[in-house]
């Protein structure tokens, strides 16, 4: 804090006391919003500990009688936890194939002139804009042309036409951050173009290619739509899942509130591993 | 021996290099002198074979490489920006170019802790590049094209984003490193000052044309053209319209009635052969002064405009008719702006030109009186 010099003393202070005012409460704001974000949460986490009977019939911010039953129910009946498998399968499938994609796709963007090449760009782009539904019905008959109904590369290979732009767009804007140059340096010390770019250009656009995984990671885990209009039963994702648990004996709240909370661990863990080339890559303008 | 046989580079519709016939010897130091977008990368980028030419064939000891891919050209490159492979430390883009030509770890070592010794980064060879000063960086970047042991190296303005004193000292390193290995350099510069202080050979280049090729101080001492005159001049050149008459140089639009006292010079001997007629008569900025370079100095009145003080030396801007020229003098030198003065020129050292811009005759070689 700046302190200022002042011929008196009790001038002094009333500038100290008006400068301390400020950053004094100032934490209130953010704290109030935090705690509203974070309350759904809290009572997601609250509910997988509580039994469906204290659920339905008494409200207490803090578990009366705190049971793992449903997180047993989730981590030992297959139907559930298969969720999680076929829902970390295809994610992990169209991370992949995002960026093998679009990692040469955002080197060409960069580093080359051809007719067309902004307006392509920008389409790529668009195809960003337009909601999953609409996609939905084209791609059931597509895939069920192909026989590829319920498998976890149809949606991993859906789930691209999403996120294979933002991947592009996410990388070619670190790669435009790279001089020329150096991929002439290369070539001049003798490196061959696929050898300068895996050991040479990719470790330079490291931070890149973590925030393009990272948001193909986030958009894949938590669509629903697609995922489940192109699935039925073997590679049903979690988030589908969790949609039918209404049972004979009613909804099953407790088990639904675990199913939720074990699914905001993925993206936690991805956040927490990604957060600094996040900073980097807001830096750059591009995500 | 690199040979550019009517190379010519067009681009989207532009000339940047016209037709270039170039030839560089084994050994030699070679120096593109041009302002900025005077084509020199262009050229550059054309030797490493970066670029391939519109026309036109480049030889190398001989054989025609003009399509040859780079990599399989023994050239080294170092930029004006400091280029260096930001992941990976001082030692291994030093040993980058050794270690994709498949050399063992123990000769790679050896060469790339010799080189860092002459570079002076030893203490920095397992530090990342960026953390580096700028002199460090680029300093690794040469010691990466020398290390390649290239037989063209090429360095493009590699010290104009340094500061003075890194710039003073590299520039006066580099040629001894370099004539040690007998490749051809090339180094590009916009300094004039920079090519007399290499010395070597110098090409004057401007807009995509090679003016002159030839020793550096013969350039410098007998450029053909203007352009190249120019082009090795910093400050500017000072160049008037005169007409030559008999022995006498008259200012060319003197009108009527106008004192010819102050308006014209006695041609020297050295350009007492070229025709009577209009000239253009240019001079560095050194050879006009307060004080007589030799006793019969030729006198002109001119005007003071303005005075940039270095300390070592001013710059004294001062008008002649329809010309500005620019006028070094020792110390300060603190001249009261529009005022009349006179000045004498270096007559010895003129040089003129005529109306195609071509030289008419060339300053005599005398080593009396230094010309730097």
């Known amino acids: ?287 | 021996m690199l040979e550019l046989i009517n190379v010519t580079k067009v681009a989207g519709g532009q000339t940047h290099i016209h037709p270039t016939n170039l030839k560089l010897e084994r050994g030699t130091l070679n120096v593109l002198l041009g302002p900025t977008l005077s084509g020199k990368t262009t050229l550059l980028r054309l030797m490493a074979g970066l670029e391939k030419p519109t026309a036109g064939e480049v030889h190398f000891d001989g054989a025609d490489v003009t399509g040859m891919a780079v990599q399989k050209r023994k050239v080294a490159m170092v930029y004006q920006q400091f280029i260096n492979y930001p992941a990976m430390t001082v030692y291994e883009n030093i040993a980058s170019p050794l270690r994709v030509a498949g050399e063992s770890q123990d000769s790679i070592d050896r060469e790339v802790k010799k080189v860092a010794e002459l570079m002076r980064l030893t203490p920095y060879l397992d530090r990342q590049p960026l953390s580096l000063s700028g002199g460090q960086q680029q300093r690794t970047a040469l010691a990466r094209a020398i290390v390649k042991k290239a037989s063209l190296v090429l360095l493009d303005e590699p010290l104009a984003n340094l500061d003075y004193k890194l710039r003073e000292e590299l520039r006066a390193e580099l040629p001894k490193i370099f004539a040690a290995s007998g490749a051809i350099f090339v180094y590009a510069t916009t300094e004039p000052s920079e090519a007399l202080l290499l010395g070597g050979n110098t090409a004057t280049l401007h807009e995509g044309h090679i003016s002159q090729f030839g020793k550096t101080i013969s350039v410098y001492r007998n450029p053909v053209d203007l352009i190249s005159a120019r082009t090795f001049a910093d400050p500017p050149l000072n160049t008037m319209a005169f007409v030559k008459s008999g022995r006498e140089f008259k200012v060319a639009d003197s009108g009527p009635g106008e004192a010819s006292a102050h308006k014209s010079l006695p041609v020297p001997a050295h350009l007492s052969g070229i025709a009577d007629g209009p000239v253009t008569l240019a001079f560095q900025p050194h050879h006009i002064s307060l004080a007589a370079p030799f006793p019969s100095a030729p006198k002109l009145r001119v005007k003071t405009l303005i005075s940039e003080i270095a300390g070592s030396e001013s710059f004294v801007h001062v008008e002649f008719g329809p010309s500005r020229w620019v006028m070094i003098e020792h110390g300060v030198c603190d001249l009261e702006p529009d005022t009349d003065v006179e000045v004498y020129i270096d007559s010895r050292h003129l040089m003129a030109f005529g109306s195609d811009g071509k030289a008419l005759a060339a300053a005599p070689h005398d080593d009396s009186h230094r010309a730097g």
């Open chain 1, 1 to 287: 804090m700046a302190t200022q010099q002042s011929p008196s003393p009790a001038a002094a202070t009333s500038v100290a006391h008006v400068k301390r005012e400020g950053p004094k409460f100032s934490w209130i704001v953010p704290l109030v919003y935090i705690v509203f974000l974070m309350i759904p949460i809290y009572w997601l986490v609250v509910i997988s500990f509580k039994s469906n009977f204290e659920v339905m019939n008494s409200f207490s911010i803090i578990p009366q009688d705190p049971t793992l039953r449903n997180y047993k129910v989730i981590l030992t009946d297959s139907s559930w936890y298969l969720g999680y498998v076929n829902s970390i399968t295809y994610v992990l499938m169209n991370m992949v194939i995002s960026l093998l994609i679009a990692l040469p796709a955002a080197y060409a963007f960069s580093r080359y002139r051809f007719v067309g090449d902004k307006h392509l760009f920008f389409w790529l782009l668009t195809n960003r804009m337009a909601p999953p539904a609409v996609f939905a019905l084209p791609f059931f008959q597509l895939y069920s042309a192909f026989g590829l109904i319920d498998t976890h590369i149809a949606v991993a290979l859906a789930h691209c036409l999403f996120n294979l732009p933002l991947a592009i767009w996410i990388l070619e804007g670190f790669m435009s951050g790279i001089p020329k140059e150096i991929d002439e340096t290369a070539y001049i010390d003798g490196y061959s173009f696929p050898k300068f770019f895996i050991k040479i250009f990719i470790p330079m656009i490291a931070s890149g290619i973590g925030v393009a995984a990272f948001f193909c990671f986030m958009f894949s885990w938590v669509e629903l739509l697609i995922a489940r209009t192109l699935t039925t039963t073997s590679a049903k994702p979690i988030s589908a899942i969790m949609t039918r648990t209404v049972s004979a004996t009613g909804m099953d709240w407790g088990v639904l509130a675990a199913a939720g909370a074990l699914t905001l661990i993925p993206g936690v863990l991805v956040i927490w591993f990604v957060r600094n080339y996040i900073a980097k890559g807001f830096a750059l303008g591009r995500v």
